[in-house]
């Protein structure tokens, strides 16, 4: 192959092929295979016949039409079980992940700090502050969502979520 790195156009055929050819964790199957319903044929399968390729060269045509209409009738219940493994996948990643995920519980009349964010006006550079404030948690809305007083209890026009919000001790 071509090491050079402008040459990454002869290459992308090959990753395209290797991509959706390989069986994917998320869904259980091939993306070719769920696209067109059949197992895609490799190129080494076209110079040295593997024995699917044998099987379908020696059917006759009628045959071999008769198996593909099969195949095509089995490839929806093929998608629905790729999207049943799917959302089982998405479950396992999801108890995986809240598995380190500590919930912030917060109280009204808590003090609490802010995170400052680099897109906002308090953000003056590397070498600045993260966290802002004290702030008093006037009402919790559902969602963790909170309500925000300033100390000199002046109210926030909108609600904060409580991921960028950490508990402030005196």
Known sequence: MIDNHRHWHVK???ALLGYLTTIKTSTGA??????YGNEAVIPAEVEI??????QEAELSDAKW?????????LIDGRRINAICH???YQNRMAIAFNKKVRP???SPGQLVLKQIFPNQDEAKGKFSPN???SYIVSRVLTGRALILVE???EVWPKPINSDVVKRYYI
Request: positive net charge.
């Open 30 to 35: 091939t993306p070719y295979f769920l696209v």
């Open 86 to 88: 799917g959302q089982h």
């Open 151 to 153: 100390m000199d209890k």
């Open 131 to 133: 966290w802002q404030g």
């Open 104 to 106: 912030r519980h917060f």
């Open 49 to 54: 016949p593997s024995l699917r390729i044998i």
């Open 12 to 14: 992308l055929p090959f």
């Open 65 to 73: 039409i008769q198996v593909r209409v099969e195949n095509l009738a």
